[in-house]
Structure formats: C-alpha cells, structure tokens
C-alpha cells in the first residue's frame, strides 16, 4: 500500500502560481510514476501531467505544458506541481496518484493509478 497527502491549494488571482506537494509513504518502492489529475465542477477528472520517479522526465498535457511543472524529491519522497500563469479555467479539484505499473509508455489515463491523494482545491480567481 502506497499512501499518498497532499498539501497546498488554495485561492489566487489569475496570473499568478501555486505549487501543490503529494508526500507519499509506506511501500514507496512501489511506486514508479506519480501523476497529477484534475476535476473542476461538472467536469470529468482530466489528466495534468505525470513523472516516472527514476527517470524523472515528465510529461503534461497540452492545456498546461509551459506553464505547469512536474518535479519530484527523491529523499522526501515527495512530488511536487508547480503551477504558474494560473488562469480561471484551472480552477480545479486537484489529485495526485502514484501507479505501480513499469510501462515504459506515458501513464495519462486514470486506470493506470493504484493510489490516489485526498485532493486539494485549486481557485483561480479575481
């Protein structure tokens, strides 16, 4: 079993940067990729980006590539998004999840996750 917390979220104008940090613990050796999701009211949960923890080459979908960062601490086994130029369409629920699949292919669909955080609220707003 892989437990996944999450922390950080919250409120911020458009324009601006959160970073959120999912902390994982128990069988972490598990875990060979760490994603990022994301569920805004009404919406189905979307993929963000993922990041394999051995090769640490991440990958992101469209919607926030350039703007959102993937970036993971070995030593703390923890995973970080880093999320600058914000915009109100980001407003989100958002997940990390940790999957123990040695698919050597890009994990994007939320079939491919074991583990899941808690969630944490993302807003985007004036």
């Known amino acids: 079993q892989v437990q996944l917390v999450q922390s950080g979220g919250g409120l911020v104008q458009p324009g601006g940067s959160l970073r959120l940090a999912c902390a994982a613990s128990g069988r972490t050796f598990s875990a060979y990729a760490m994603g990022w999701f994301r569920q805004a009211p009404g919406k189905e949960r979307e993929f963000v980006g993922t990041?394999?923890?051995?090769?640490?080459?991440?990958y992101y979908a469209d919607s926030v590539k350039g703007r959102f960062t993937i970036s993971r601490d070995n030593t703390k086994n923890t995973v970080y998004l880093q999320m600058n130029s914000l915009k109100p369409e980001d407003t989100a629920a958002y997940y990390c999840?940790?999957?123990?699949?040695?698919?050597?292919?890009?994990?994007?669909?939320?079939?491919?996750?074991?583990?899941w955080g808690q969630g944490t609220q993302v807003t985007v707003s004036s």
């Open positions: 999840a940790a999957s123990e699949s040695r698919s050597l292919v890009v994990l994007t669909s939320q079939g491919a996750y074991d583990y």
């Open positions: 990041i394999k923890w051995s090769v640490g080459n991440a």
